[in-house]
């Protein structure tokens, strides 16, 4: 049997990498980080996936009773209880604050998932800085409340895209769209 605390940690470390997080300090990290590319986000949410079954398992590696996951889904009661802030934040946090409120059988929407959406809707684009793509604000963006500013972590310059509390609200109130959007 393996040990219980260490599994948890290694799951709640794996959920905060997936989500863009620095696992130790919860702050977003930046969006050119390379431990926030998709391809390890998504090795990330298939990490926490399976340390969340061996927890489920009593903490026991075994091949029976494989948990699926139910397509995203969400009630009128689960989406008044998102939590949403005159702070602005970051696609990450949005993600967090949305899987907070799902039952534990159905799959949440990525940060990289509602994104995508976003840049579909026109209130954000892909750019290439310094040979790195990014996603920024655009004008529709900014009337929405969605911007793009540099960020200063330590000695690097990056740049972050902050949703405002009404940028937060219309995420939100298109929670089916986005989930019909990813798939």
């Not at 040990?3 to 948890?8: A, N, Q, T, V």
């Not at 620095?22 to 986000?41: A, H, I, K, S």
């Not at 009337?143 to 405002?164: N, P």
Request: glycine share 6%.
């Amino acid at each position: 049997m393996l040990d219980k605390e260490k599994l948890y940690t290694a799951k709640l470390y794996m959920d905060k990498l997936a989500n863009g997080m620095n696992p130790f300090d919860g702050q977003d990290m930046p969006e050119d980080e390379f431990l926030n590319d998709v391809r390890l986000c998504r090795a990330f949410t298939l990490a926490s996936d399976v340390l969340g079954q061996v927890i489920e398992n009593g903490c026991r590696v075994s091949s029976h009773n494989k948990v699926r996951k139910i397509p995203f889904m969400i009630t009128e009661e689960q989406i008044s209880t998102i939590v949403i802030t005159e702070e602005p934040v970051g696609i990450s946090v949005i993600a967090t604050r949305i899987r907070k409120v799902l039952d534990d059988n159905v799959k949440s929407l990525s940060s990289l998932t509602i994104s995508n959406w976003l840049e579909a809707e026109g209130l954000l684009t892909r750019v290439t800085k310094n040979g790195k793509t990014m996603k920024i604000a655009t004008e529709d963006g900014n009337m929405l409340g969605i911007y793009t500013k540099e960020m200063v972590y330590g000695d690097k310059h990056y740049h972050k895209t902050l949703y405002e509390m009404n940028a937060q609200v219309y995420i939100i109130s298109n929670l089916d769209m986005i989930a019909k959007f990813g798939g």
